[in-house]
């Protein structure tokens, strides 16, 4: 069966980049968005939307400490999904395309685990001094 437009093998169907551009440029933009609300108390505890572990889960002191000790991360993370987000329109050639897009997906991913992680580390540290200990639901299931 053929096309109505025809393309070169191994060229990346323009369709396809721009779906790639939309998705990572909105996912991108609501990592950042919905970290930033959250860190700034505009976006409560919720079961949608932003850092949702059991010790951020835990209380609203905890998802607001979890916020602002991760939003630089986040907004990081973000902002390097919204960079290869264009990377579909820059290359025609589809292993380069899909090297570029997944390796670059994942690496936005390290400043997003980055932050979680101080978050966490954040909570813990302040319960500690706090003397509150892990309350129930406080952590992810694993106990050191």
Do not use: C, Q, Y
Not at 28 to 51: D, F
Not at 80 to 108: H, I, N, Q, R, Y
């Amino acid at each position: 069966m053929t096309t109505v437009m025809a393309r070169a093998a191994g060229e990346v169907p323009i369709g396809v980049a721009w779906l790639i551009l939309v998705v990572l440029l909105a996912g991108g933009a609501a990592v950042g968005v919905t970290t930033v609300m959250a860190a700034r108390g505009k976006l409560s505890r919720n079961a949608l939307a932003g850092i949702r572990t059991g010790r951020s889960m835990a209380s609203d002191e905890n998802w607001l400490l979890m916020h602002r000790v991760a939003r630089p991360w986040a907004v990081a993370g973000g902002a390097v999904m919204g960079l290869v987000a264009p990377t579909g329109l820059l290359t025609s050639d589809e292993s380069v395309f899909g090297v570029v897009v997944t390796a670059g997906t994942l690496l936005s991913l390290i400043p997003l685990f980055i932050g979680v992680h101080r978050g966490t580390r954040a909570i813990k540290e302040r319960e500690r001094k706090d003397g509150s200990g892990s309350a129930s639901g406080s952590g992810s299931g694993i106990r050191p």
